[in-house]
């Protein structure tokens, strides 16, 4: 894992000053100096960070080809880069190294671009120049695992790994996108193209660009796609899935460093860690959680003979570092969970370089119950089966005349087992209800912002063009398109990238997998989502592994105390002090604010997710727009303690 950076500005004349300036905000990617370096040419400049993992002597970025006419920096993992490099050696080619970067160096040389991405299975963000075609060529993974921005704007061009980076650039404008604060609130994270800095775009996922000339051209190399295998029984498509899942840990498990796991007590973790068996596994609690995971994660580990890491995290752990998760978030997420990561990252990178986790199992198995399974009452089950056979066109219009109906008990499940996905699944719910994952309705983030910050975004429309590619598809795969595509792209994934490089440990995701995402998308939902249980197929596959009871476990996560904290007056007090803050007036109705906090901290009604949302955006927008000298003060240096394992010879 490691971070790249990239610029091509004629008009920067300190080319070397200003990438080694650019490469030292994004330090934390990559700490093993020796192992990164710059090209510069005169058109561009390319930096790289590295985080040894593979060839960790010989490894080393930029990488050149043999007559040194192409240029590479890396971020990620090729996982079958070893049969690659057979096939790429077979035709003649010269590897200077053993590392998964140099496929793709020589892959671009006889296959291209497409026909390079089209063989690879991992995650990965990189850049290439072509000196002969005088063309910078980059490329982003299937999922979007490994972030990639860019920002154009008249001669200048930058791309990299993170946008703090992009601050150092001395033609970089760092202004605020007033857009995005609104769909924010609603979402706990930026949805759209566009990030907070104006001007700064996340480059999608599935795709690949060149760069010549000054212009940008965009292509689509991958998307989900669900072609329905109706032949396989469900003891083959539980076979299938296990295959798949192991075979897709083991290529995951490809390391010259330690490598561990996450494990919580929910099914998706635990399958990877009962598959992988490394010698550590990590875990997380809450002095005051509603849950004790810990405990529960640990009678797994001692089963399987693994050493149990765990770390307990108080309410001053979390307000204590919650401003340093959102520097190196980048944007602000509100998601709380952010915090458990933060502390199992720091926790691991003690002992492992890399660390396998459970994201992608919910979004490519149907592990949501909002995809339908609303209640575990078998009559409520069985109805709504039987409404979802009537042909599609009669069930849609049944839901539509529901939605016009007044208030009654059951009316937000009947709504949603007729209509149409794209009519009701959204952030902001048609008709609104507390279980949709909403957190201000578009009305509400109107009325607590001034006016400069309202408009007229919804997520409903946010969504509309990525369920029109999947029209055709069964209910259940619409939904799961859009939470790939959404959720788990702009949220889960962005943290899971952040925070973990924020203390240089490489994350892995084996669900994340371009061969197990095709078998998902391939597997009718009936055998996934059902009245027995969400996910089903697949966790019939973890039982293989796992104690009898186990598969079967509710998910839980890492849950936040949040709640909790926000009716502590320690801790209100510290939100209502960011709050009453004389420049918060400028973005929102202050006293509308400060007076939803005290109304949850008298629990006359919850709004901790409101709270927690604009408390999260504040706290990020006070670093990088009112007190951006003292955030580098603080913030611009390696993780301590990383650095103090590495010096000493404990970690490499």
Partial sequence: MCGIITFNDPTVLDKKGTINAMMEMIRHRGPNVQGGGEYINSELAMGFCRLSIIDLKGGAQPLYNEDNSVVITFNGEIYNYQSLREELLAKGHVFRTKADTEVL??????????????????????????????????????????PLYYYHEGQTFIVGSEIKAFLKHPNFKKELNTEAVKPYLMNQYNDMNETFFKGVYKFPAGHWFEFHDNEMQVHEY?????????????DATVEAIDKTVVDSVHLHNIADV???????????????????????????????????????????ADDNGLNFNEITVTGDDAFRDFAEMQYHMDEPDGNPSVIPLWYLCQLARRKVTVVLSGEGADELFAGYVNYGMHT?????????????????????SLGRGIKKLPAFPGKVHLYTWTAAPSEYYVGESVIYDPDQPTIFTSDQANGILQAKYQNDHTVHQMYQADFAKVQDAEPVKQMQYIDLHHFMLNDILQKADKISMAHSLELRVPFLDRDVAELANSIPSKMLLNTKDTKYAFRKAAGKHLPADWANRPKLGFPVPVKTWLREADYCDQV??????????????????????????????????????VYTFL?????????????LAKYEHVQPDVKALMDSGKLI
């Fill in 105 to 146: 160096l020589h892959g671009y040389e006889e296959w291209g671009m497409a026909g390079t991405l089209s063989r690879a299975r991992g995650m990965f963000a990189y850049l290439l120049w072509d000196e002969n075609k005088k063309t910078l060529f980059g490329a982003r993974d299937f999922f979007g695992i490994k």
């Fill in 258 to 300: 330690p490598v561990g796991s996450f494990l919580s007590e929910g099914v998706d973790s635990s399958y990877v860690t009962s598959v992988l068996k490394p010698k550590e596994v990590f875990s997380v609690n809450f002095d005051n959680g509603p849950f004790n995971e810990a405990s529960v994660a640990k009678e797994l």
């Fill in 376 to 396: 575990k009452k078998m009559v409520v089950k069985v109805f709504a089966s039987g409404l979802r056979k009537l042909p599609r066109g009669i069930r849609h």
């Fill in 222 to 234: 991958w998307d989900a796609k669900y072609d329905i295998d109706q032949r396989r029984d469900e």
């Fill in 619 to 631: 706290t990020w927008y006070k670093l990088y727009f009112i007190d951006w000298a003292n955030t």
């Fill in 576 to 613: 209502r002090a960011l709050f009453e803050e004389d420049w918060v007036a400028d973005l929102f109705d202050q006293k509308q604010l400060v007076q939803l906090l005290q109304d949850n901290f008298d629990e006359k009604v919850d709004a901790r997710r409101q709270i927690w949302t």
